[in-house]
Nanobody, 115 residues
């Protein structure tokens, strides 16, 4: 079992920045890739960014150049640095961890971009 706890969400003005963190516990040695996804009411959850254990990254086109995903394996933590935030980035952001047999999700953290 893997438990994921996200933090760092909040209210920010357009153009501002936020940093999300997701810390894993439990069977963390089984985790391979980790990622961030987001969801708005009435919409499907969508990929924001992923990172492998070796540090290879992948981003949604909508966040390329603005968001950066990183990972500290020693702290079992994955980060999402979000810059130049836009109102359309408003969503609940979820952390995901992949293992060989299943995926695990965090509880989500709200990010609201509004003036």
């Amino acid at each position: 079992q893997v438990q994921l706890v996200e933090s760092g969400g909040g209210l920010v003005q357009p153009g501002g920045s936020l940093r999300l963190s997701c810390t894993g516990s439990g069977s963390i040695s089984s985790i391979s890739a980790m990622g961030w996804y987001r969801q708005t009411p009435g919409s499907q959850r969508e990929l924001v960014a992923t990172i492998t254990k070796r540090g290879s990254t992948n981003y949604a086109d909508s966040v390329k150049g603005r968001f950066t995903i990183s990972r500290d394996n020693a702290k079992n933590t994955v980060y999402l640095q979000m810059n130049s935030l836009k109102p359309e980035d408003t969503a609940v952001y979820y952390c995901k961890a992949d293992t060989l047999f299943r995926e695990y999700w965090g509880q989500g953290t709200q990010v609201t971009v509004s003036s």
